[in-house]
């Protein structure tokens, strides 16, 4: 048997699985996330109370801004787009950064751009210690979700292409097929025509052989 179909999962399953890992990673004040994600880099960690508060501030504005994204009209998030490009121009901090590649890498407007979405999460997991632990869980939860789509997409991509050429293929050597049979036809044809005009000039001899035998009456001009 072969192995089971990859169902690719709808941007509204994937933004609705991140929604709830989200709230529960501020319920859970990201503790055991950020340590899992940094632990070569134990940083001193605040006070449980203070850490869940901030934690939940930070995710609640990272879901509150993609939520006015998805939700706003086409101007609207063109102007969520162009602030946090212009903000990470102008003062390219981790935070921002993750802002920008949060608004990239969300599906169901027009400047989405995962690969570039995927680029930025990359340049920040590459540095965790610069984000806070809610960020970092964020980021790495974002960015395996891009890794996923990305491969699935360049899978369909490559299986596509392969399909286009084999059928390439397939009309090629269908052509090639038609063309030896054109000519074969052609060369037929030709060599018809040759062998009837030999037996036309064969049969012009014999009659002209027979009208000059003897006790043929000659033909009188």
């Known amino acids: 048997m072969g192995k089971p179909k990859r169902m690719r999962t709808p941007p509204e399953c994937r933004c609705a699985r991140l929604g709830a890992a989200l709230i529960l990673l501020a319920l859970g004040g990201c503790g055991s996330v950020g340590g899992f994600l940094s632990r070569d880099r134990a940083a001193p960690a605040p006070q449980p109370a203070q850490s869940a508060s901030a934690s939940s501030l930070v995710l609640s504005d990272y879901l509150l801004l993609l939520q006015r994204l998805v939700q706003g009209t086409a101007s609207e998030q063109a102007e969520i787009v162009a602030r946090a490009q212009n903000e990470y121009d102008t003062a390219p901090t981790p935070s921002r950064e993750l802002r920008l590649a949060l608004i990239l890498s969300t599906p169901g407007h027009p400047a989405t751009d995962q690969p570039r979405a995927q680029r930025l999460l990359r340049e920040l997991m590459a540095h965790p210690e610069t984000l806070l632990p809610a960020e970092r869980a964020l980021a790495f939860l974002q960015l395996s979700q891009i890794d996923d789509h990305l491969t699935l997409v360049a899978e ?41 005009a030999k037996l036309d000039a064969i049969a012009n001899i014999e009659r002209s052989l027979n009208e000059r035998k003897p006790g043929n009456p000659t033909p009188h001009p």
């Open 156 to 196: 369909n991509r490559r299986l596509q292409t392969d399909a286009v050429r084999e059928d390439q293929a397939r009309i090629a050597s269908a052509n090639r097929r038609l063309q030896t049979e054109l000519d074969e036809n052609a060369r037929l044809r030709k060599e018809l025509d040759e062998a009837r």
